[in-house]
């Protein structure tokens, strides 16, 4: 029997199944949906440069959803095929945070775990930083046109520039955005921690293999049902860790009979254990402001600087998503309003549904209205009028969803996990990925998704 089953080999799981299995007394067993490549050197060179998103409709590396949603499907998951972008949330965030979860997850107690990850090329003697960590990070110094003219716009609108945006604090102003790479090549967390585990005869990882449903005996989960092509099998555990992300680990807990009991019954699910699983989640909303330019992209990650202004960010992408038109993307980081996930077949097949809610509230219509007044105004060019039907006919989403298998007391009526990642109610099951995630975060999610895992793995191998 594996002492440790994770379910998933995506950012999170890759950080715990490496952190794990560093004590050769316990074996780690990780079952990942997608494919997973021998060796690093392995990797499709398309995977290993930051420049290019594998997402599009021919991709075989992705989950597809409805609403356009997206998620990594290999070994790495999102954080193999994002855009390396890897910004902490301000202290702010972690205060709301452990007001909801505790005081383990304070700014003050989350920090050395963040400097303990990083190797910051740029800041990694400074206060607040790390230089020996195994996560690259790096600026760029020769940014592409379209990056440097947009700087150069907001210091002529004499907004300040930001040294270094992973300082902690909440500031107005634009800067260079920390990125995950090292040597012009993406350095996601398979790369920085599961391939350079995989040598452990500890550690085993499964690939193309989907997990369908925990098993249970009573209140205790012992292992997983799984799928891989036409076989079907059960894996036995002592303790299952799901890392899924925040759609696939809530979809799998539902399929397992923890949830909301009205979505459960209506499913056909036994109910195991009531849970407001999927009934809170955040994501960002984006605006994307497009203009014609008939300019050639340059070889660039998606975003080299990115505007800070309270709850907005302002990212000029380096590439084109339309042709001939360049965008500017505004995010609004700290929404009002919040979704649900639900499941509309216990089948695993079937994808589950995000509601985001998006635009619900007037006060997050309003943001992202002044969001797009500050784009016009950077750019000189005029934009909208950006009513309603504009702010919905230009709306997308950053991906960055989180929150589904919500963190927080056991009193607490929205919560599904408790401080440490433990499922309420359930024996030996951890959540420890993005669902966990208790408020809106104001920064992009990965350099949160890698510390939210390696802080419950230290928590699990003391």
Known sequence: MTNALIVGAGSAGCVLAARLSA??????????????????ADLP???????????????????????????????????????????RPPATDFAAWSAVAGPRWSFDSVLPVFCDLENDHDFGTAARHGSHGPIPISRTDDPAQFS??????????????????NAGAAEVGFGRVPLAVSQGLRAGPAI????????????????DTMVTRLLLR??????????????????YADRTVLCAGAIESAALLIRSGIGPEPLLRSLGVPVVQPAPVG?????????????????????????????????????????KFTPGQRRIGVALMHPESSGELTLRSADPSVPAHVDQHYLRSELDRARLREGVALTADLLGRRIGPADD???????????HLSGTCRMGRPDDDRAVVDEHGTVH????????????????LRRGPQATTVMVAAHIADYMVM
């Open 218 to 235: 009573g209140p205790r989960v012992i292992g997983v049902e799984w799928a891989r092509g036409r076989e079907r099998g059960r894996t």
């Open 389 to 399: 039907p504009w702010l919905h006919a230009h709306l997308g989403t950053s991906q």
């Open 148 to 165: 440097a003219d947009f700087a150069e716009r907001c210091a002529a609108a004499g907004l300040t520039e930001i040294p270094d945006l």
């Open 279 to 319: 009934r809170w989640c955040t994501d960002h909303p984006e605006i994307g402001v497009e203009f014609p330019d008939g300019k050639p992209d340059e070889p660039a990650v998606p975003l080299e600087y990115v505007l800070e202004i309270d709850d907005l960010e302002l990212r000029p992408y380096t590439q």
């Open 23 to 40: 004590d050769p007394a316990r074996s780690v067993r990780v079952f990942e949906a997608g494919p997973v490549w021998p060796t690093a």
């Open 45 to 87: 060179a398309e995977l290993l440069d930051p420049g290019h998103l594998p997402i599009g409709p021919a991709s075989e590396v992705v989950w597809r959803y409805p609403g356009n949603l997206l998620r990594g499907k290999l070994i790495g998951g999102s954080g193999a095929i994002n855009g390396s972008y890897f910004i």
């Open 425 to 440: 109610g359930i024996e030996a099951l951890a959540v420890a990925d993005l669902s966990i995630v208790p408020v809106p």
């Open 192 to 207: 920085t921690h599961l391939y350079p585990a995989l040598e452990r005869p500890n550690l085993t990882v499964t690939a």
